[in-house]
C-alpha cells in the first residue's frame, strides 16, 4: 500500500513538471538570413520538431559556424520585446505587408532561414563559446564601433512604441531601422549573420513577467485648477476651488484659478501657502503628524490679520504613505469665510506621485446601500413564492372504478 502511495505521487509531481514546462515556455519566431559577401557554410540537420528547444536552437548556429578557421562572422541579432508568426503575415486592405525593407534584406541575402518556434534564442546564443563577444546597443545609436578581432554578437534592442502609433506602424519603422543598421554593418564587415526576434511572444503574455500594479493616472486637468507638485507636497483639484469672503452674502465669491504657492518645510509639521485675489488673501494648508498618520488644516489669512484655523465635518487625514482623495465638495468655513474644494487629491511626503488613496467616501456608498435594498426585497419575494410552493396540497384521495364515488364536502 504503501508503494502504491509513493508511486501515485510521483506520478503526480510528474504530470505537474509536465504541465509546466508545457505552458511555462515561451517560444518566438526567429528570422535568420546571411549577407551576400558571407562565406559558405555547410546546413546543418534540424529535427523534425515544430518547436525547438534553446539547446537545439544553439547547436544549430555551433554546427553552422564550426569548422571556420579564418575569421568569425558578425552576428547581428535585432531584438523586438513581443513578436508573432502573425507579424510577419499582416496586411493591410491595400495588401502592404509590415516588413517592406526586411524583404528585400532577405530577398538579397545569400541564405535565409525562418524557424516559426524557438524557447529562448537569446539564451542559446550566450552558448557559442568564450571565442565570441557580446555587445548590447541601443536602435538609436548612430556610431556602432565593433572590436577589430574574434566573432561578435551584437545584440540590438529595438525600441517600444510610441504614444501615437498603433502595432503595424511601430513595426514598419522597426522595419525601417533594421534596414539602416543592417546596411551599415554589411559596409563594415562583409560577412554579416542576421536575426530578427524577440523576448516574448505578442500572442501569450509571459507568465514569469513580474506583476506590475497599474496606477491610475488623474484626469485631465482643467485649465484653472489648483497644481502643486514637488517632493515634498503634491495637490491638483481638477474643479476650481471657490472662496466666499463674506458668508452673509455667498453671492460674491472668488474663483481662486491662479494662485501664487510656496512651501514651508519645518521640523514640526509642513505647510503649502498660496496667495490669491491681488494678495488679499491667503490660504495655508498645514500638514501635521501624528500616531503615522498626517493631517491637514486650513488657515486662512487677509490682510494684516493673523492665521484662522477653517473647520470642517469632513476631518481630512490618511495613513503615511497614503494620499488623500475626494470627488465630493468639502466645505471649509468659520464665522465669515467659506472655502470649497471639489475633487481634489493632496498628500505631503509625495516624492513627485501620488500613493495609494485615502477616500472620504465610505465602504458603504448610496449605491451599495441601494444594491442591497433590492437584493434583500428580491430575496424576499422568492422565499415567499418557495413556501408558497410548498403549501401547496396535492389530492390523496382517488376514485375507485368498481366502489362507489368519493363525495367531497365543501367544508373539506
Not at 501515485?8 to 510528474?14: A, Q, V
Not at 554589411?186 to 506583476?211: C, F, G, N, Q, W
Not at 498628500?347 to 449605491?367: I, L, M, N, R
Not at 437584493?375 to 413564492?385: A, D, K, P, Q
Request: proline share 5%.
Amino acid at each position: 500500500m504503501a508503494v502504491s502511495k509513493w508511486v501515485m505521487m510521483k506520478s503526480f509531481l510528474l504530470l505537474f513538471v509536465s504541465v509546466v514546462l508545457v505552458f511555462g515556455n515561451e517560444h518566438v519566431p526567429v528570422l535568420v538570413w546571411e549577407a551576400k559577401g558571407s562565406v559558405s557554410r555547410q546546413i546543418p540537420d534540424l529535427p523534425s520538431l515544430s518547436k525547438l528547444s534553446s539547446e537545439e536552437f544553439s547547436d544549430f548556429f555551433i554546427k553552422k559556424l564550426s569548422g571556420e578557421a579564418g575569421p568569425q562572422p558578425l552576428i547581428a541579432v535585432f531584438v523586438e520585446e513581443n513578436l508573432s508568426v502573425e507579424d510577419f503575415s499582416w496586411q493591410d486592405a491595400e495588401g502592404h505587408i509590415g516588413f517592406p525593407h526586411l524583404e528585400n534584406l532577405t530577398s538579397a541575402a545569400k541564405r535565409v532561414e525562418f524557424f516559426p518556434s524557438v524557447h529562448a534564442p537569446l539564451k542559446g546564443l550566450k552558448r557559442l563559446g568564450y571565442r565570441w563577444q557580446t555587445l548590447q546597443v541601443e536602435d538609436q545609436e548612430n556610431d556602432l564601433s565593433l572590436p577589430s578581432e574574434g566573432g561578435v554578437v551584437l545584440i540590438v534592442k529595438l525600441g517600444d512604441a510610441r504614444i501615437d502609433e498603433d502595432r503595424p506602424e511601430f513595426l514598419k519603422r522597426h522595419d525601417y531601422v533594421i534596414s539602416e543598421i543592417y546596411n551599415d554593418l554589411v559596409a563594415k564587415s562583409k560577412d554579416v549573420i542576421a536575426l530578427y526576434t524577440s523576448r516574448h511572444s505578442s500572442l501569450v503574455e509571459p507568465a514569469y513577467e513580474p506583476l506590475v500594479r497599474r496606477v491610475r493616472s488623474a484626469p485631465d486637468l482643467d485649465e484653472n485648477a489648483i497644481i502643486w507638485n514637488d517632493t515634498d507636497i503634491i495637490f491638483y483639484t481638477t474643479v476650481t476651488p471657490v472662496f466666499i469672503p463674506n458668508t452673509k452674502d455667498p453671492t460674491k465669491f472668488i474663483n481662486i484659478s491662479k494662485p501664487m504657492c510656496n512651501r514651508d518645510v519645518r521640523a514640526a509639521s509642513k505647510s503649502l501657502k498660496c496667495k490669491f485675489d491681488n494678495n488679499n488673501y491667503r490660504l495655508e494648508f498645514r500638514f501635521t503628524t501624528v500616531n503615522k498618520y498626517w493631517y491637514l488644516n486650513i488657515y486662512i489669512t487677509d490682510m494684516g490679520s493673523n492665521g484662522t484655523l477653517l473647520s470642517t465635518d469632513t476631518e481630512i487625514y490618511a495613513p503615511e504613505g497614503f494620499s488623500y482623495h475626494c470627488s465630493q465638495n468639502v466645505t471649509f468655513k468659520n464665522d465669515t469665510v467659506l472655502l470649497i474644494l471639489r475633487n481634489f487629491q493632496i498628500q505631503p511626503d509625495s516624492k513627485g506621485t501620488f500613493d495609494d488613496a485615502y477616500d472620504c467616501v465610505w465602504f458603504f456608498t448610496v449605491p451599495i446601500w441601494s444594491g442591497l435594498l433590492v437584493t434583500t426585497i428580491l430575496v424576499i419575494i422568492l422565499m415567499m413564492g418557495l413556501v408558497a410552493l410548498m403549501d401547496i396540497n396535492t389530492m390523496d384521495r382517488f376514485d375507485d372504478p368498481k366502489g362507489k364515488p368519493i363525495n367531497i364536502n365543501v367544508s373539506e
